[in-house]
């Protein structure tokens, strides 16, 4: 155990560490370097100073962003804590979903994703097959266009597809995958939204194949979507299927469209293309709101909002909003 | 010395008779599958092996249906962090553009380190993991890391300490076992 290290071991170990830190700034100078081969003439901190290389020669061995990623991905599933099975509850076959992270937490793929857009940002472009995607609001992608497929890795938010063909010798497959599922384009225009556990798909023409593992039996499920429907998905299956509504391509015009949405789930759709926290009150949540709400300018429809039912806005700050009743006169 | 193993493997042999289809048995409940069970009771009692290391530490085990509980406990949770981080591996294996030549032995061995680190930084903050792993593993600048966590340089250089010291003491328990 730890305890056969002596204190002053420990502590050499200690600083060993700070050294590391110090030294692998980008800042790091000359004169720091001074104090740490001061430091070094110690023989216990000689010694720390090995441990911190034997474990540097390990680290090496590791393909860098791979490695970051699988970690973080593993650990963002399971949880930093390990608490889940701790608790009994176990999950075998499944990628164990406690300990997901809320979507306002930016993992670390979306981060270093190929392409982001901001928060209220939309931006449309080509792909190197021709393909036309759109990216809305705080959404990112990794394009892996090789030999064998065409592939859009959806890490987070929502796109809008519209598959060319492919004018190679033999042509590729266009898929997209998402946390939950994989889509295979049969030539269409489609749409794909990742949410924190589910996937939505909407089809605006021709049709998409899409499949998802089934853990249970290690099989793949799949699941044709044709033009003018929708589908939702979990990891393990099908949740909803549904004609394609309005706001699924809605946003490419950079509109809004509620159809009998409950004001909190108005607000929570319009706080996406909003930076910072647009929070719904319980006591208005039920209002029920139809129409269409420019996205260029959500303040317009928070006003909008105000004179359409008993509610008023709190700014708390610049960046949180609260929809709250009106006060009575 | 003979005489003292011989007695050490005797306990030991009684440990296992005495209790390995209880422990079937309670890890099949949890795992609602009896093929893992009998592995995972297999890898519990190499544990309790390599742990004890004189028959007096058997002889201490007061309640040993307890302690192997929570021995088995560890031994399952470490299964399914691995079976996690083999899942995590191979798709970020498989989202790879170019995928890279390299052999089957040389994957494993990745993998192991990979599980060996992902072990080393546990119970540490998404922070404090994040940080090490972005500075030590590629190379990116603490002033990048600073930006990507939305903290300052000096904590990013906090946690990158606090995080190593833990992987080196870490390393030299497991080696001073």
């Not at chain 1, 004169?31 to 740490?36: D, K, M, V």
């Not at chain 1, 599922?181 to 939204?193: C, D, E, K, P, Y």
């Not at chain 2, 002033?143 to 906090?158: E, R």
Request: one cysteine or more; a positive charge; charged letters at 25%.
């Amino acid at each position: 155990m730890s305890t056969d290290l002596s204190s002053s071991q420990r502590e050499a170990l200690r600083a060993a560490a700070q050294w590391l830190a110090l030294l692998g700034s980008e800042t790091s100078d000359i004169a720091e370097r001074q104090a740490w081969r001061n430091w070094l003439q110690k023989p216990v901190n000689q010694w720390a100073w090995e441990r911190i290389e034997l474990l540097q020669q390990n680290l090496q061995t590791l393909p860098g962003k791979l490695a970051v990623d699988t970690l973080e991905l593993t650990a963002r599933r399971q949880g930093h804590q390990r608490r889940s099975v701790l608790k009994g509850i176990v999950f075998l076959a499944g990628a164990g979903t406690l300990g997901w992270s809320s979507s306002r937490c930016l993992p670390i793929a979306a981060w270093r994703a190929d392409h982001r857009t901001a928060t209220g940002e939309i931006r449309s472009f080509a792909l190197p097959d021709g393909s036309k995607i759109s990216l809305n609001t705080d959404s990112a992608i990794d394009v892996r266009f090789d030999a064998r497929q065409r592939l859009v890795l959806l890490r987070r938010g929502e796109i809008f597809i519209e598959t060319a063909h492919d004018v190679v010798a033999s042509p590729r497959p266009f898929l997209v995958k998402t946390e939950q599922v994989q889509i295979h384009a049969l030539g269409t225009q489609f749409s794909v939204r990742q949410f924190d556990e589910q996937t939505r798909v909407s089809v605006q023409v021709d049709r998409v194949e899409v499949s998802l593992p089934i853990a249970k039996t290690l099989s793949m499920q799949q699941q044709i979507i044709e033009a003018g429907y929708s589908a939702e998905f979990l990891r393990d299956g099908i949740i909803s299927t549904g004609n394609i509504n309005a706001n699924d391509s809605a946003w490419r015009n950079r509109m809004l469209v509620a159809d009998n949405w409950r004001l909190d789930k108005f607000l929570n759709e319009l706080g996406r293309y909003r930076n910072g926290i647009l929070h719904c009150d319980t006591a208005v949540a039920d209002h029920r709101i139809s129409g269409a709400f420019r996205i260029d300018d959500t303040d317009q429809a928070l006003l909008a909002i105000t004179k359409l039912f008993p509610v008023r806005v709190d700014y708390r700050t610049r960046y949180w909003a609260l929809v709250r009743p009106a006060k009575k006169v | 010395m003979t005489a003292d193993i011989q007695v050490f493997n005797q306990k030991f042999q009684a440990l296992y008779s005495d209790h390995h289809g209880w422990l079937k048995s309670w890890l099949r409940r949890r795992l609602g599958c009896s093929e893992h069970a009998a592995d995972l009771t297999h890898d519990t009692f190499i544990r309790l092996l390599s742990t004890t290391d004189a028959t007096s530490s058997l002889d201490a085990i007061r309640e040993p249906r307890t302690y192997l509980a929570t021995i088995a406990n560890r031994v399952m949770l470490d299964h399914f962090r691995r079976k996690a981080l083999e899942r995590a591996y191979l798709q970020m294996l498989e989202e790879q553009s170019e995928p890279e030549s390299i052999s089957l032995e040389t994957r494993a061995i990745i993998f192991e380190t990979l599980c060996q680190v992902d072990a080393m930084l546990t119970g540490l903050g998404p922070k404090v993991r994040r940080a090490f792993l972005l500075s030590q593993l590629e190379g990116v600048h603490y002033a990048d890391i600073a930006l990507q966590l939305s903290v300052s340089v000096s904590s990013v250089k906090k946690y990158i300490a606090k995080a190593t010291e833990q992987c080196l003491l870490f390393a030299l328990e497991s080696e001073l076992r």
